[in-house]
């Protein structure tokens, strides 16, 4: 009897670890595939009043909008419910950016896989100029 419910542990264990790397592996690829294509439709190009130079942003409303849409569209047959996070901040200083267009971001994401198991990670996007 002992070794018949010590396999039925082991069976259910070994089954939620299944599931649980496949559902982490998914969320993971999804997530490293949040590349600068998906961010690029949130960049804002204006012009310098005295010199004419262009000042290149991501517009912090937008970015928050793509970023959710594409989430939420790609991770829909891996988790139920995710939370993100973001950070702005200047690229050059490293201080936070509470302006309405900053430089970089730092999107970071939780995602609960599994009773036990869950998935965080974050990515960071900078726009620096020639690259």
Not at 12 to 30: A, D, K, P
Not at 98 to 116: E, G, M, N, Q, Y
Request: charged share 20%; glycine share 6%; aromatic share 16%.
């Amino acid at each position: 009897m002992p070794n018949i419910i010590i396999s039925i542990f082991l069976l259910i264990c070994s089954f939620e670890l299944f599931v649980g790397t496949f559902q982490m592996n998914g969320i993971q690829r999804n997530f490293y595939s949040l590349n600068r294509g998906v961010l690029e439709q949130a960049v804002v190009i204006e012009t310098d009043e005295s010199g004419g130079n262009y000042i290149v942003n991501y517009d912090v409303y937008k970015v928050k909008e793509v970023v959710l849409d594409f989430l939420t569209y790609t991770l829909e047959s891996y988790t139920k419910s995710f939370e993100v996070g973001f950070y702005f901040y200047f690229a050059s200083s490293n201080t936070t950016c509470r302006l309405d267009k900053c430089d970089a971001v730092r999107i970071s994401i939780h995602a609960p896989v599994t009773l036990f198991l869950s998935y965080d990670n974050a990515l960071t996007f900078e726009l620096v100029e020639g690259v």
